[in-house]
């Protein structure tokens, strides 16, 4: 029943922006903390930024820094993506990830969405 859909890819010019957006069901969003990746065919999947599950710390990789913004609202239960002067390194298929612990029984959650295409080129 646990679900994460991406959706907001596309297509964009160099210098533009996108907003992705994930949407989560199935389990208790509140207490996972979320995050973005991408993956570039023939390279690893590279986490490019994470929110706790409050909303009150965030993680970005080094590439997205002062470029992209992740954000949460724990009322609707999902997850988005603001990102800004977009290049042609940034094109990559991007997942939205939920992670958290429970502990009855034990064991970590980890849970993906099935990737939303973003393409950078003139």
């Known amino acids: 029943q646990v679900q994460l859909v991406e959706s907001g890819g596309g297509l964009v010019q160099p210098g533009g922006s996108l907003r992705l957006s994930c949407a989560s069901s199935g389990f208790i969003f509140s207490v996972a903390a979320m995050s973005w990746y991408r993956q570039v065919p023939g390279k690893e999947r590279e986490l490019v930024a994470t929110?706790?599950?409050?909303?009150?710390?965030?993680n970005y990789a080094d590439s997205v820094k002062g470029r992209f913004t992740i954000s949460r609202d724990n009322a609707k239960n999902t997850v988005d993506l603001q990102m800004n002067s977009l290049n042609s390194e940034d094109t990559a298929v991007y997942y939205c990830?939920?992670?958290?612990?429970?502990?009855?029984?034990?064991?970590?959650?980890?849970?993906w969405g099935q990737g939303t295409q973003v393409t950078v080129s003139s």
């Open positions: 990830n939920a992670k958290y612990l429970t502990y009855f029984p034990k064991r970590v959650s980890d849970y």
């Open positions: 929110i706790s599950s409050a909303g009150a710390s965030t």
